[in-house]
């Protein structure tokens, strides 16, 4: 955040490089912009907010079990416990 003495030369040097009779038009725009700027970011989280409150699940994709890349893992019976295989054959 900017201390009063430091809006004081910033204001002395927009006077200097734009003029007087520039300055208003100059700061009308920059404000312009500002708010253009604050109502984008604000549309973009918006959006970005719906999108995660999207609650529709997305369906899964039926891929034969032939085509998977492994071997998928079977449901344990009630009370039984797997314990997974060791590799290197120990």
Request: overall charge negative; hydrophobic content about 40%; charged content about 25%.
């Amino acid at each position: 955040m900017l201390s009063i003495p430091d809006m004081a030369i910033l204001g002395v040097l927009a006077l200097l490089v734009f003029g007087e009779k520039k300055l208003p038009g100059v700061m009308r725009q920059a404000g312009k912009m500002m708010r253009d700027v604050q109502n984008t970011s604000q549309s973009f989280l918006r959006e970005m907010d719906r999108a995660a409150d999207v609650s529709d699940p997305i369906p899964p994709i039926d891929v034969p079990v032939a085509e998977l890349p492994f071997e998928p893992a079977l449901p344990a019976e009630p009370g039984e416990t797997r314990e997974p295989e060791k590799e290197g054959g120990n």
